[in-house]
């Protein structure tokens, strides 16, 4: 039986490696993680492994404080969420629209309220004392902490990621991917560390309605062109913001009804499939509580009263306004047709191509052309929805594994977190966001390798300083008296540009795909 | 080798950074309270302050080492250093000490590379598994990073000199890195027979031997060399305080024998599988005719530091359990001592921990890890050897469950361990080579039966016991975990056992 150790009298110092044990290169560490899989590891026990790993992070990112924890008298998401579980389970279905309106008001649609109701129950069920109406507010409980972050990982895991994992499986077997390079792809999307701060930090149910909307583009991939009709209205159904989508899942669906062959009927069915979904969600509100509930859920989910921008988010509108005091010098309404125009002026490219396109592989790009746009010129855009453009661009590794496709994928998810860290501070969130976004940018490679192409090193790298700068200036030369958003200023500044080139690189792969080849990985 | 252990480094700090706002136990608080001790006290009062009830109780290199992290401890918070601060923790207390936790384990990390590196071209693929297994062990991620305890260092120090035993041109170096260890926590005074016995044969005496004519070869040079270095590295560590008289002071400190013969959480041995035993014995006591004793009868659950009093079971005593640790040491030592071989070092160091652990008085059932380390040397021997480590794996991580009991936390020990059990179960059982005697069908899927019912004996005691009974019967599924446990430590070790005098 040969000896586990080495029988060469050999000095401590000296090491031997023969080529079986020599590490093999690896374009970015991530990938590393995955080499056994090509040595015969079963792929179910790396698959399981991988889930349970991504659990063990997100969980250990929730054991940091929520948004407005011990922050009276409003608190903040994670107080809101709750109170949502309060109110659907406590009262009602007619009044949970009306009720006491200025404490986090019910302002997503219906599938949030029938979510809500539902993780209510369950948390009633083991503590009363959580849901309690009026009572509750502001409950500071280490169990109730548990309970809801366990609710947001369960939710994911029912929903977000079954849908990328269907994702990964069927679009890389079209895009030729390995076993191992869907592991990775799988992996890279799941590590994504601006959803897993928002969902798991922050607090909030984001993955929820990406889980619909990815499963919309499983089915769009997969040929159930009506079954994925119906997840993406899940997905709107359950919070607005999906409708960053809704353009270019419609261009495309007309595109599948007109090219190559129009087809009515498919039209028609799909209507059908649309407004079926729309009936089924709503169904409850109006037996309940009657017609009324309609205008006021609208109402609350559209808010259009209020201003262009609330805080500060790297997009056109607020960007600009450093130097053209837009809410000073125009009327609300000519800012809403401008903000209109802009957005609708923004969409048109990505929306065309599609169009004119219908391929299944241009779908994640579509979706992040015109979600940018949105992001970009549309109203009322709060930070969080850089997540609407991200998430679907993160996916496209599922479908190319090139340097290329990596390496700017990697940094717009880079430029996303940092545009997030003045919410996570807030939050309170500071180890959370500095260990996730310096691991996650290390796994896909940001340490390692540079993109080829000269401008792609210059905006990484310039991007990359500035991001240090503002964040060393922030903390040694701190709060400057004249300008005292300063380095959220900054922030936003550095963003907005970084965005817009992200949003044009975006664009031109569109474009490219739409004429060119599939990539494959190197 | 994929992922290397750089990566696996990086990858692991990044959950261990993640963790700090965790549970931390105590043991937290007796850390700090000890760098505020070896800052603001001079030497001589170390082992005297009593203003908080966690004195120090290490030997003086650790409390050396807390004086040097004292040292960078107050640019964190110096608050944290003043003695009367009782359960202090701020922010950057627990930042500063956790950090330090990562910081002092990458002596862990270079010592998994020696490792690494010793191995021979063949077994490089196993010698990294294994030492992956090691830097991802469950074990040091719930004790060291979350309950808050150093021993990811004090192990890497102990596998540096096991690998420096490897080689005659290093014993020399092995003992004093071991002497040292020693000198940082005595609990490693369990494996030293081993040592004894092992550079006695190799280093002090000759090759030939013959013991019928008792020929020895005494070998002057070396054994002046040995104990110099050994009377050296204890003389820089506890000669200060012998010069003070403070020697007894200190033996009490280090041994304390009043406690009693089980921990608050029964660890895993032979006394937890007694006292089981002993309890069940009461309630069928009438129909077999036993003497009872009621005196005893009154600690019923026992949770407390203190006597352990036996109602139908004889006592037992520091005597007897010391007399049987010794009796299950000297076997393998004999053994040792007739093939000195490096295979049979390692095995005699895990026998050693394994009889101290399942026969010790006042074991911490974190004494597993004692055990676990060494034991992972020789897992991938065969897959006899493999078979046997797996219940110590599992029954070992389990084991330690009780230590984190706060719900945040459920998850975390649980998913860890069955993920890190499932990667490297896997990875081992490939790797493992099929042995030439083959293998005892039997203790196989003994073991195979042992491991599948952990799971649910685990989800009862964490997570189904709270809900059905709330806080009552609170001592009922620490009970069934040492002793569930214990079977399975047992069964490794009788396993163990067999291969080592087959």
Redo the contacts between chains.
């Keep these: ?12 110092k ?5 080529a ?5 290169p ?1 374009p970015f ?1 991530l990938a ?2 995955f ?2 899989l090509r040595r ?3 792929r179910y ?1 790396v698959l ?2 991988l889930l ?2 991504a ?3 997100r ?6 404080p929520y948004s407005g924890m011990a922050a009276p008298p409003m608190y903040g998401d994670f107080e809101a969420q709750r109170h949502w579980m309060e109110l659907t389970t406590q009262l009602p279905m007619k009044e949970w629209y009306w009720h006491d309106l200025e404490w986090w008001g019910l302002d997503y649609p219906p599938l949030t309220a029938y979510h809500s109701w539902l993780v209510g129950i369950i948390g009633t069920f083991i503590n009363p004392t959580w849901f309690k109406l009026y009572d509750s507010r502001g409950l500071d409980d ?2 109730l ?2 309970f809801m ?2 609710s947001v990982v369960i939710s994911e895991y029912l929903i977000y990621v079954p849908a990328v994992m269907l994702f990964v499986w069927a679009h890389g077997k079209q895009a030729g991917l390995s076993t191992y390079e869907k592991a990775i792809a799988l992996a890279a999307i799941l590590f994504q560390p601006s959803l897993m701060l928002i969902d798991h930090g922050h607090f909030q149910f984001n993955s929820v309605m990406f889980g619909f909307a990815f499963f919309a583009v499983d089915c769009f991939i997969t040929d159930h062109i009506l079954l994925g009709s119906l997840f993406f209205v899940l997905s709107i159904c359950f919070k607005q913001m999906a409708l960053y989508y809704a353009p270019a899942v419609f261009a495309y669906l007309l595109g599948l009804c007109i090219f190559p062959r129009v087809d009515i009927q498919r039209l028609f069915y799909l209507g059908l499939v649309v407004i079926g979904t729309l009936v089924l969600i709503f169904a409850p509100l109006i037996l309940f509580g009657g017609p009324e509930q309609i205008q006021q859920c609208l109402f609350r989910v559209f808010p259009f009263a209020r201003g262009l921008w609330e805080d500060k988010v790297a997009n056109f509108w607020c960007a600009t306004n450093v130097v053209l005091k837009f809410r000073e010098t125009f009327a609300p309404a000519t800012l809403q047709l401008a903000s209109l125009g802009a957005t609708l002026a923004g969409i048109l490219p990505p929306c065309v191509l599609l169009f004119l396109n219908p391929e299944k592989r241009l779908l994640p790009l579509g979706l992040s052309a015109c979600a940018w746009s949105f992001f970009l010129f549309s109203f009322q855009v709060h930070e969080k929805s850089v997540l609407l453009p991200l998430l679907p661009a993160t996916l496209l590794l599922g479908g190319s594994l090139s340097q290329d496709t990596v390496s700017w994928v990697v940094w717009m998810n880079n430029i996303g977190m940092f545009s997030l860290w003045p919410l996570l501070r807030r939050d309170g969130l500071v ?2 966001y500095i ?2 976004s ?2 996650y940018a ?2 896909l490679g940001t340490f390692h390798r540079l993109p080829e192409h000269w401008f792609a090193k210059l905006t990484h790298v310039g991007s990359y300083c500035a991001i240090l700068a503002i964040h060393a200036a922030e903390q040694y030369v701190g709060t400057v008296e004249r300008y005292p958003d300063l380095w959220v200023v900054g922030n936003v500044l550095l963003c907005f540009g970084s965005y817009v080139i992200a949003w044009a690189w975006t664009l031109r792969r569109l474009w490219m795909e739409t004429r060119g080849g599939k990539q494959k990985t190197e | 080798m994929n992922p290397t252990l750089h990566e696996t480094t990086i990858a692991a700090t990044a959950l261990k950074l993640l963790l700090f706002p965790a549970y931390k136990s105590t043991d937290f608080e007796v850390h700090r309270n000890w760098l505020a001790i070896t800052y603001s006290q001079p030497v001589r009062r170390w082992y005297y302050e009593t203003t908080s009830p966690w004195t120090l109780d290490y030997p003086p290199f650790f409390a050396v080492f807390e004086w040097l992290l004292s040292l960078l401890a107050q640019f964190f918070d110096s608050d944290m250093l003043i003695v009367n601060n009782l359960g202090y923790s701020s922010n950057s207390t627990v930042f500063f000490q956790r950090l330090s936790v990562i910081f002092t384990e990458l002596i862990f990390v270079y010592a998994l590379y020696k490792l690494v590196g010793c191995v021979s071209d063949t077994s490089k693929q196993s010698a990294h598994a294994i030492a992956l297994s090691l830097l991802l062990s469950p074990g040091l991620l719930i004790i060291d990073h979350i309950h808050f305890q150093y021993n990811g260092f004090m192990n890497g120090l102990l596998l540096l000199s096991i690998l420096l035993a490897r080689l005659p041109t290093t014993f020399l170096s092995s003992a004093m890195l071991f002497a040292a260890v020693l000198c940082l926590k005595h609990i490693y005074l369990y494996l030293a027979p081993a040592y004894f016995v092992y550079l006695l044969r190799n280093y002090c005496l000759g090759p030939n031997i013959n013991l019928r004519y008792m020929f020895f070869h005494i070998r002057s040079r070396n054994c002046i060399l040995l104990g110099a270095t050994i009377i050296g590295i204890f003389g820089a560590s506890f000669g200060p305080f012998v010069y003070w008289g403070q020697l007894p002071h200190l033996a009490a400190r280090l041994f304390p024998f009043s406690r009693g013969l089980c921990h608050v959480y029964w660890a895993p041995n032979v006394w937890a599988l007694y006292s089981f035993v002993d309890r069940a014995l009461v309630y069928f006591a009438p129909q077999l005719g036993l003497h009872v004793q009621t005196a005893a009868i009154k600690n019923i659950t026992r949770g407390i530091i203190g006597g352990t009093a036996f109602a139908v079971l004889p006592e037992i005593t520091p005597r007897l359990t010391f007399l049987l640790t010794v009796i299950f040491q000297i076997l393998p030592l004999m053994k040792l001592f007739m093939q000195p071989t490096f295979d049979n070092f390692i095995g005699t160091v895990t026998l050693c921990a394994f009889a101290s652990f399942l026969f010790g008085w006042h074991v911490h059932e974190k004494a597993i890890l004692l055990v676990m380390v060494p034991f992972s040397l020789l897992a991938l021997k065969d897959n006899r050897y493999f078979t046997t480590f797996r219940s110590l794996a599992v029954a070992g991580h389990f084991s330690l469950f009780p230590l984190l009991f706060t719900a945040p936390e459920l998850p975390i020990k649980f998913v860890y361990t069955v993920t890190w059990l499932l990667i490297f179960l896997h990875a081992f059982e490939k790797l493992a080579m099929a042995s030439p005697i083959g293998s005892d069908c039997v203790f196989d899927r003994l073991t195979t039966l042992f491991i599948l019912f952990t799971i649910p004996v685990a989800i009862y005691t964490s997570l189904v016991h709270g809900l059905l009974f709330g806080d009552k019967y609170e001592f009922l599924p620490l009970v069934v975990t040492s002793c569930y446990s214990a079977v399975g430590i047992m069964v490794s070790w009788i396993g163990l056992l067999r291969l080592y005098f087959a």
Aim: glycine letters at 6%.
């Design positions: 039986m040969p000896d586990l150790w080495s029988t060469d009298v050999q000095e401590f000296t090491t031997t490696e023969s079986l044990s020599r590490p093999v690896v560490p590393s993680f080499q056994p015969g590891a079963s026990v399981s492994a349970m790993i659990f063990l992070y969980w250990a990112v929730g054991l940091g280490e169990l902490k548990v972050r366990a180890l959370q260990v996730m310096v691991f290390w796994l």
